[in-house]
């Protein structure tokens, strides 16, 4: 996997108080924090458009990213191997990221990511009623930033009603460790729901209501 150039600025105190971060935001730069590797964690600020574009590629969440860190004088600075850890984004609108945590990573040490799967052809149980289920989109791997594949291919083309696919059933990349139990069901074919039947009490409470209101049973003449 190619690495992605990027460019933050470091954070100052004065930068840190709420209405400071809501300015910043409207400026469409985003707070973060690089931290890990047993070394201090450091506050920056990312270009939102830049760091989009980053989100934009292949890699998704799992790229690398190699920032360019400066004081906001000049575009020399530190650089840092990062990853993204976790983004923070607003709840009313997905598309507003209001924090992002990078983590350092060395070239050389595997790291535990998410990878999302990829499902490969049309379950011949679907074309016959069935319902496709996906339990998990995405599964947990191990191994070198460098070898971290863009998805994982599931291929579902012979599933019939009934059948399942389990994380064992998955090929890997080489180089790829699966973290994942390996009964954990993937996807599933479900049989189509059947329509329910009326219940016996609710067809008498139907054969009742055709009875004319009132009726009772005729008595016995007297002799």
């Given at each position: 996997m190619e690495s992605i150039t990027l460019t933050a600025q470091k954070r100052f105190p004065d930068e840190t108080t709420k209405g400071e971060l809501k300015h910043l935001r409207q400026e469409d730069r985003i707070p973060a924090v690089i931290y890990g590797r047993e070394?201090?964690?450091?506050?920056?600020?990312?270009?939102?458009k830049e760091f989009r574009k980053v989100l934009s590629t292949e890699a998704g969440a799992n790229v690398i990213i190699?920032?360019?860190?400066?004081?906001?004088?000049?575009?020399?600075?530190?650089?840092?191997?990062?990853?993204?850890?976790?983004?923070?984004?607003?709840?009313l609108l997905k598309e507003r990221i209001l924090?992002?945590?990078?983590?350092?990573i060395s070239l050389k040490e595997k790291q535990e990511v998410n990878i999302p799967l990829n499902l490969i052809g049309e379950a011949p149980g679907v074309k016959e009623g069935g319902l496709l289920q996906v339990q998990?989109?995405?599964v947990m791997v191990s191994c070198l930033p460098t070898?971290?594949?863009?998805?994982?291919?599931?291929?579902?083309?012979?599933?019939?009603?009934g059948d399942s696919l389990e994380a064992k059933d998955l090929v890997l990349p080489e180089g790829v460790e699966l973290?994942?139990?390996?009964?954990?069901?993937?996807?599933?074919?479900?049989?189509?729901?059947?329509?329910?039947e009326?219940?016996?009490?609710?067809?008498?409470?139907?054969?009742?209501?055709?009875?004319?209101?009132?009726?009772?049973?005729?008595?016995?003449?007297?002799d």
């Open positions: 070394k201090d964690a450091v506050p920056v600020l990312l270009e939102g190699e920032l360019n860190l400066t004081n906001g004088k000049d575009t020399k600075g530190d650089s840092e191997t990062v990853m993204i850890k976790e983004i923070q984004r607003d709840i924090h992002v945590d990078l983590v350092r998990k989109r995405e070898a971290i594949p863009d998805h994982i291919e599931l291929e579902v083309s012979e599933l019939q009603i973290l994942e139990e390996m009964e954990e069901t993937l996807v599933s074919v479900l049989a189509p729901e059947k329509e329910e009326p219940a016996e009490e609710e067809a008498e409470e139907e054969e009742g209501a055709e009875e004319a209101p009132g009726a009772t049973e005729p008595e016995e003449e007297e």
